[in-house]
């Protein structure tokens, strides 16, 4: 492991959620939308972004996340409409919404943010927004696309599913795209598999 490595802590998805998301990516792709794909095994709920930790760090960000869960039961949460950063107007991220238990997800998201504040991360200045990133835009899309990907997508949803698991990841980049690799994770409810 080198000296530092660039991370970020999100919660899994069960595999029929990725299917799902990689459904809604095929749609979009068939309206000649023009973007940079995650690639479906890629997508993931992000909680906090971390950027470069140093390797000595690492089971410090494990213990605040085992923290941040303590007591904590799973999350039932559900795929829940599109949505775009930074608006409708200038789209350069698509995204899919969240659904269920998005209150829990938010108390979730500040313990954990309180949690790493007291080893020294930074708060996020930007509100939390839970949701799951498709694809990046590289052009600016026509106006009627854009009413097409609302009428299409504004509804779209999938099945409930349990979020159960933080997981701290470490992030390379690679020319054909991010590597992602696991390098902790914490069960809600459930504590620690170090």
């Keep these: 492991m080198s000296t530092?490595?660039?991370?970020?802590?999100?919660?899994?998805?069960p595999a029929s959620v990725v299917c799902r998301l990689e459904d809604?990516?095929?749609g979009l792709k068939a309206l000649k939308l023009r973007a940079k794909w995650v690639r479906p095994e890629n997508i993931?709920?992000?909680l906090k972004f971390l950027g470069n930790v140093s390797a000595g760090q690492i089971d410090a960000i494990a213990s605040a996340m085992a923290r941040a869960v303590d007591d904590q039961p799973a999350l039932v949460l559900a795929l829940r409409g599109?949505?775009?950063?930074?608006?409708?107007?200038?789209?350069?991220?698509?995204?899919?919404?969240?659904?269920?238990?998005?209150?829990?997800?938010?108390?979730?998201?500040?313990t954990l943010e309180e949690q790493l504040a007291a080893i020294g991360f930074?708060?996020?200045?930007?509100?939390?927004?839970?949701?799951?990133?498709?694809?990046?835009?590289?052009?600016?899309?026509?106006?009627?696309?854009?009413?097409?990907?609302?009428?299409?997508?504004?509804?779209?949803?999938g099945d409930e599913f349990i979020a159960g698991r933080i997981c701290l990841f470490q992030s390379d980049l690679q020319?054909?795209?991010?590597?992602?690799?696991?390098?902790?994770?914490?069960?809600?409810?459930?504590g620690a598999d170090f």
């Design 175 to 190: 020319p054909s795209g991010p590597v992602y690799s696991r390098l902790k994770q914490v069960d809600l409810n459930h």
């Design 82 to 110: 599109v949505g775009f950063f930074p608006g409708i107007k200038r789209a350069r991220v698509i995204w899919i919404g969240l659904g269920g238990q998005i209150q829990r997800l938010f108390a979730l998201q500040r």
């Design 122 to 157: 930074a708060r996020e200045k930007r509100p939390f927004k839970g949701h799951l990133t498709l694809g990046r835009i590289r052009q600016t899309v026509a106006p009627h696309v854009m009413r097409r990907i609302m009428d299409d997508y504004l509804n779209f949803s």
């Design 4 to 13: 530092t490595v660039r991370s970020f802590i999100a919660m899994d998805l």
């Design 24 to 26: 809604a990516q095929q």
């Design 44 to 46: 993931h709920l992000t």
